[in-house]
């Protein structure tokens, strides 16, 4: 990948917040019940301090140099059999979005993930930002789960990083506020998860939390059964969050970050 590649891959998750953003104003699925200022500034707090997260495991566990280092010594899948280089990027995409999603669906299920991933689902509405809304706790799980896939799977460095680009872009626009099409939902649904796809995940009826796991692809929600087309109360009268915080406590920062110890 030359370094023209490498500024677009860096820069795709950014122009996809920037264009879903843009595109809320035009055309909202939703009316925000408290509005932006308080929840972008939540999320905002949450992605620097994820940042500080991931820079400090750097010390330890650099996802790029994990890659760079499996492969020097030749460990992981990819790294024992040879594959054409289009054969191995859908591999790679497909099995890391596997991990993905199996690592959504285990912070549902196991109680200590939960306490981190409910700060995502706390959020009373649901946007773009809400795509890099985290606690810094479950972001230090995640890149551990990456790091080891990253090891067994033998994936090289810059088939990661686009990768994770693909991903990011992929949660900004399945998180967003936006209108789609009925028929342009349906037909993206094929591959993608959409923003309509996704509301139902967010739901406050915990047996819609568990559903819609995926990230990116809809594959494996339909291979395990836990694809969902719409909300039981339908998705114009869906409600979002958690049901048990509905105010405006979630769209503040030193809540938000409590929240997992409460």
């Not at 055309?27 to 997260?53: A, D, E, I, K, M």
């Not at 900004?172 to 037909?187: E, M, Q, T, V, Y």
């Not at 959409?194 to 594959?219: C, I, R």
């Amino acid at each position: 990948m030359g370094d023209i590649g490498l500024k677009f891959v860096a820069l795709l998750p950014a122009i996809a917040l920037v264009l879903v953003a843009l595109f809320e104003t035009k055309r909202p699925r939703r009316t925000l019940r408290f509005g932006r200022f308080y929840r972008w500034l939540t999320s905002f707090v949450l992605f620097v301090s994820n940042r500080v997260v991931i820079w400090a495991l750097a010390w330890i566990v650099a996802l790029p140099a994990v890659a760079l280092w499996a492969g020097n010594h030749g460990l992981g899948l990819f790294n024992q059999i040879a594959l054409p280089f289009w054969l191995e990027i859908l591999a790679t995409f497909l099995l890391l979005d596997f991990a993905m999603w199996l690592q959504h669906l285990l912070t549902h299920k196991v109680p200590l993930l939960w306490r981190f991933h409910k700060v995502h689902h706390a959020d009373p509405d649901i946007d773009v930002s809400t795509a890099i809304r985290f606690h810094p706790g479950e972001i230090a799980f995640s890149v551990m789960w990456k790091a080891g896939w990253v090891v067994l799977l033998g994936v090289s460095a810059p088939l990661f990083l686009a990768f994770e680009a693909w991903l990011a872009a992929n949660a900004a626009f399945n998180h967003g506020n936006i209108d789609l099409p009925r028929k342009l939902d349906r037909l993206l649904r094929r591959l993608l998860v959409t923003p309509d796809m996704h509301l139902v995940h967010h739901s406050t009826v915990k047996a819609e939390q568990q559903s819609n796991y995926g990230f990116a692809l809809t594959l494996w929600d339909r291979i395990f059964r836990t694809y969902r087309v719409e909300s039981q109360y339908g998705r114009d009268a869906q409600s979002i969050g958690l049901a048990e915080l509905q105010s405006s406590e979630p769209t503040r920062p030193a809540f938000t970050l409590k929240l997992p110890m409460t």
